[in-house]
């Protein structure tokens, strides 16, 4: 399955971003606590240079809890603020106001002490389509629907809605593409729903869907299906689930493509409960995998530099 990206979207996308950046004091990016990194915009960090982030995983209350504890101490071990909301319940959205104020806390403390009066911090989010940004954004703006007009001096006007007292949020959303050129990336945001069916194609997200249950969540799938592995015969599986769930033709045979739309559907739906599809522990041994290459190759370069110094001596002497 080859799945495209858009670069002519993600061009505008970035302008549009770049644009309100000097607007904020803080970026709020907002990612899928199901996949924290595969539903980043890989050139997130090039687009928003040293502006102060938060990380707000949001979708909790769909993904593996104990995996979204991980997934916040992973960034915070490298030294990023991250906080875990449900913004179509409305759950933790104090944790982000009180997370943006500590991660400003200095700035604001300079602004003081040169006698300037505190204000409100002014924030955007920015985001992958489908990630929660307009939901997150009513979600806010219901508390108060009050907006303090426009920004003066910039040509589009921009509006801000108030959080309380203490954050201002720009209404419009940076929306950000995803670069799935990495396939699994592709498979994970296809089965979490972040992009649309018709450029995936079902079967093969329903395999790469059983193949990743068996390794992640095998007691859920056994549970579901009666199946304990995937079979390499495949079609053994797809029959076994379509035996059980009834998944037949009007000839009365097994129907595959309704199986694999099955398959896809009670993975999204959370028949199968709240799934993660980003480990920690698997991020952690690609770093550590890319952290012992490097090393490799640095002690290659000195080593062939040293050998250079010497012949070099030698044909000096
Ligand atoms: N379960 C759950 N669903 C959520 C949550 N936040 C948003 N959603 C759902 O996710 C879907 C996408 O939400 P939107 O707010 O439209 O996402 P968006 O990022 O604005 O999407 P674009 O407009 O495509 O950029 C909707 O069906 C929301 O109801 C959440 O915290 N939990």
Redesign the pocket.
């Known amino acids: 399955m080859t799945i495209q990206w858009f670069p002519g979207h993600m061009a505008k996308a970035r302008r549009q971003v770049s644009e309100s950046l000097k607007l904020v004091d803080i970026i709020f990016e907002?990612v899928d606590?199901r996949l924290p990194l595969s539903s980043r915009n890989p050139m997130i960090d090039e687009v928003i240079h040293q502006k102060p982030r938060l990380l707000v995983l949001?979708?909790?209350?769909?993904a593996d809890e104990h995996e979204t504890r991980r997934w916040i101490q992973y960034f915070a071990d490298r030294g990023f603020k991250a906080v875990a909301?449900?913004?179509?319940?409305g759950?933790g959205l104090q944790a982000v106001t009180k997370a943006a104020q500590e991660i400003l806390a200095d700035k604001w403390d300079r602004m003081r002490s040169k006698g300037m009066k505190p204000r409100a911090i002014r924030a955007m989010i920015v985001?992958?389509?489908?990630?929660?940004?307009?939901?997150?954004?009513?979600r806010l703006a219901k508390k108060n629907l009050a907006k303090t007009g426009n920004t003066p001096g910039i040509t589009k006007a921009q509006q801000w809605i108030k959080v309380g007292k203490e954050i201002e949020l720009l209404d419009t959303?940076g929306?950000l593409w995803p670069k799935f050129e990495d396939q699994e990336v592709g498979y994970k945001l296809a089965l979490t729903?972040a992009i649309k069916d018709t450029i995936t194609n079902m079967e093969d997200l329903a395999v790469y869907g059983l193949n990743f249950l068996a390794l992640h969540y095998p007691n859920r799938m056994e549970e579901r299906y009666k199946i304990s592995s995937v079979s390499e015969e495949l079609v053994e599986t797809f029959d076994a689930i379509g035996k059980l769930r009834r998944v037949f033709g009007q000839g009365g045979e097994i129907d595959y493509d309704q199986v694999a739309v099955l398959i896809v559907r009670d993975i999204r739906d959370q028949h199968l409960g709240k799934l993660t599809f980003d480990f920690v522990s698997e991020q952690v041994e690609k770093e550590q995998l890319a952290e012992a290459i490097e090393i490799e190759n640095e002690e290659r370069r000195q080593k062939t530099a040293a050998l250079r110094r010497q012949q070099k001596q030698e044909t000096e002497q």
Request: aromatic share 0%; no cysteine.
């Open positions: 907002l606590a949001n979708k909790q209350d769909m909301i449900n913004s179509l319940e759950k985001g992958i389509p489908n990630v929660g940004k307009s939901t997150l954004i009513n959303p929306i729903g």
